[in-house]
């Protein structure tokens, strides 16, 4: 037979007390947010004004799932990065998805980004790429008291698979004119255009800046135009084409610099052609001997600053062919992601902003590197959360080291 056999146990006593932290560690500030370089460039483009140019332009309206700041981040990362197609755009950009949300954007599908690339307007980026010019004026330091603007044009030759691009004699393709400041390294204006049409048709269009100095070659000649300039107040310099005869008014007597500096005439002259109705203006007649012997003649309507001053302005003319020549081969405008008009002028617009971007960021920063080691340190580090200050640095270890273990929380009762 079975007992079962119940005992009373005395209850245990609740706890009563409390646990008393005792503190260790030092306390250390939170980790505060990095944005990658990428981000940090990006964030001086003006978001509201974009949307607004974007909303004018119905930029949104035919390629859905895929804004207009998706398009115009992919292609500033295409430039930036140095990407060279169209699917090693698309691959690269898709393997960088931690990073898509902090920039406001998405991945991207090729058959997308070709559509976008064929449809959408190419007047938004150009709009953006004025809009930009300003805040880089705001940014870059300007150096000089004369207000210099260099006008010039560079062609952008196509392939045979761009079968809309027209031929002008000497290249197939596209053609960029440039309004561009040497003494901040920024471009002001840039216009898009087929390779057939002439330079000075474009710059008949320009907004004149009052009491600026344009400088500009032998393509421009339209008399009419220069006279406008010279009513604004402006002065010119450039060079008159071979074949225009000129009247001497007098001859000016050439200073020791002017010796040193190779010029070899200086005379105040008049237009002798039949054309002299148009610019009834006596102008400033200045050659200039080369180094390789060669008689350079430049022409301007300043009577008053020294030849040796007119000639250095014109001297000045070639930091835009070095503009030209940087973006060429630093930036992509060679080789295209798409084969429509519409493609290449969003492509050329965006190597443009792309431009302005490190120019801005260097200034920012101060850096005193060269633009091309500068764009260099950019490209190895786009998607690095580092302060673009901090570029030339070498990365930080990517494991910390460990904690001591003494430095804990410990928990004690009281």
């Known amino acids: 037979m079975i007992h079962c056999v119940a005992g009373a146990r005395q209850a245990v006593q609740p706890f009563c007390g409390y646990f008393l932290v005792v503190e260790t560690q030092k306390v250390e500030p939170g980790v505060r947010y990095q944005n990658t370089v990428l981000g940090e ?18 930029g949104d309206r035919y390629v859905k799932g895929f804004s207009s700041w998706d398009h115009l981040v992919t292609l500033l990362f295409g430039q930036l990065g140095g990407v060279s197609s169209l699917r090693e755009l698309v691959e690269l950009w ?39 010019t300003s805040v880089a004026a705001r940014s870059l330091r300007h150096r000089g008291q004369e207000v210099l603007r260099l006008i010039d044009a560079t062609p952008i ?4 698979v761009h079968e809309w691009a027209t031929w002008n004699g000497r290249t197939r393709g596209l053609k960029t004119h440039v309004v561009y400041d040497p003494d901040a390294d920024r471009p002001i204006h840039l216009e898009i255009t087929s390779s057939t049409v002439n330079d000075v048709i474009v710059a008949r269009d320009l907004e004149i800046e009052p009491g600026a100095i344009y ?10 135009w220069w006279r406008r300039l010279d009513d604004a107040g402006c002065i010119f310099v450039t060079r008159p084409k071979t074949n225009v005869p000129f009247t001497r008014i007098k001859k000016r007597r050439l200073t020791t610099a002017a010796r040193a500096a190779s010029i070899i005439s200086d ?29 350079l003649t430049i022409l301007s309507n300043d009577l008053k600053r020294p030849a040796v001053k007119i000639a250095g302005f ?51 920063t101060r850096s005193t590197r060269p633009a091309l080691r500068f ?38 009762y009281a």
């Open 41 to 58: 460039l990006l964030k001086v483009l003006p978001r509201r004004d974009f949307a607004a140019i974007v909303s004018q332009h119905q």
């Open 94 to 132: 898709n393997v960088q998805a931690v990073h898509h949300y902090h920039l406001g954007t998405g991945p991207i599908c090729r058959s997308t980004l070709s559509d976008a690339n064929g449809r959408r307007p190419s007047e938004i980026f150009g709009a953006l790429f004025a809009q930009l």
């Open 157 to 160: 030759p196509l392939a045979s």
């Open 215 to 224: 400088v500009f070659d032998k393509a421009y000649v339209d008399y009419r």
């Open 267 to 295: 005379a105040t002259v008049r237009l002798a052609s039949q054309q002299k109705a148009l610019l009834p203006l006596v102008l400033r007649r200045i050659e200039v001997r080369r180094d390789d012997g060669t008689v």
């Open 314 to 364: 014109y001297r000045k003319r070639w930091q835009i062919e070095l503009l030209f020549r940087w973006i060429k081969q630093h930036l992509r405008i060679r080789a295209f992601f798409g084969r429509s008009e519409n493609a290449v002028r969003l492509q050329i617009f965006a190597a443009l902003i792309a431009f302005l971007l490190l120019r801005i960021a260097a200034a920012v």
């Open 375 to 412: 764009a260099d340190l950019v490209r190895s580090r786009l998607f690095e959360r580092t302060p673009i200050a901090h570029l030339d640095r070498p990365k930080p270890p990517l494991h910390s080291p460990p904690r001591e273990a003494g430095l804990q929380l410990a928990l004690a």
